[in-house]
């Protein structure tokens, strides 16, 4: 890390929703050349914080400043002429745009850089960052991995001096998060500042040079990673000491241990998953992992009937039911929430009321 020099502050910072205070002075600072990780539970006003840096809300009280200046910001463009630039969780891109127009769109472009000239420099990022994309290709064919790299690269050319990453690696493969994990450290070697949130512990600690902890909209506290265990993190985010914790889960797992058995699948396969076999107790939560490509979503995905089923038994309390299709799972009170919530979880053009009744 280089020399420290601060490059942003944001001194006590509130904002108020009604009937909710989302952040109550809270402090953050971020020095050239520093991958700043910042953390905290879900509701924390980690992404409150963030939307006021780029402009997407106004804080009711105190100041940022850029290099020690006092900075006004109020729209999205305004952050982007303080060279602030954001990728968030869900894509923001075009997808029935090409690549190039997507890295360039909404970029005042000079007469030199139109049509073949924008599509080469493009072709030239995504070779620099080895993202495997062509600049003529509908951003819509790509993977979301792929989506995910095409905004990083966007952001990363518009040379900005505060990068920030909102949960960029949760559509990352174990190859794709060391490429982003190496960009950010080139970046970092040049003096960007970055701002990292992400649920991955591990990757924290892999990556950042300090960390931010948000408890319920307030500043807990700024530290050294290499100065703070894992588990004093986990302590510090969720407001109880380890031993607490640990009884808490001892506790858990004992209620959970001689529940009933909800649902039960033996050899279950689809058009899409291998045989596999899975259970849940009534009051436990289960996990899907794996690398992408491994069949996580495509397991959930039979499960619920969303694929067609070729194969396997499936109970319910004990009982052999069959489904093998969504409606079946939905008699039996089985919910999905899919991976891309934005194209299969809602129907944009209908209203919220609408969307939240479409499964009755």
Known sequence: M??????????????????????????????????????????????????ILTGVYQHDGGEI?????????????DAQNQGISTVYQEITLCPNLTVAENMFIGREESPLIRHKDREKKADEILGHLGIP????????????????????????DMKCRVLILDEPTSSLDDKEVKMLFDLMKDLRSKGVGIIFVTHF???????????????????????????????????????KELEELSAL?????????????????????????????????KGEVNGFTGLLGSGRSESVRAIFGADKV??????????????TKPIDAMKHGIGYLAEDRKRDGIIAELSVRENIILAL
């Open 201 to 239: 512990l591990e990757q924290v600690y892999e990556v950042s040079d300090r960390i931010t902890v948000l408890r319920n909209g307030e500043l807990v506290g700024e530290y050294l990673t290499k100065d703070l265990p894992q588990v004093e993190l986990v302590s510090k985010m969720i407001g």
């Open 65 to 77: 400043l850029v290099e020690g200046q006092p900075v006004i910001i109020r729209s999205p463009q």
């Open 249 to 281: 889960g001892e506790s858990e797992e004992k209620e959970t241990k001689d529940a009933e058995v909800f649902y039960e699948a033996h050899d279950l396969q689809s058009s899409e998953a291998q045989p596999f076999d899975f259970s849940i107790r």
């Open 2 to 51: 280089q020399e420290e020099v601060t490059l942003l502050q944001m001194r006590h910072i509130d904002k108020s929703f009604p009937g909710v205070r989302a952040l109550n002075g809270v402090d953050f600072t971020l020095r050239k050349g520093e991958i700043h990780a910042l953390m905290g539970e879900n509701g924390a006003g980690k992404s409150t914080l963030i939307k």
């Open 310 to 323: 070729n194969g396997g038994s499936v109970k319910i309390c004990g009982k052999p039911v069959k489904i």
């Open 133 to 156: 994309a062509r600049s003529t290709q509908q951003l819509g064919s790509c993977s979301l991995a792929v989506q995910q790299m095409v905004a990083i690269a966007r952001a990363v």
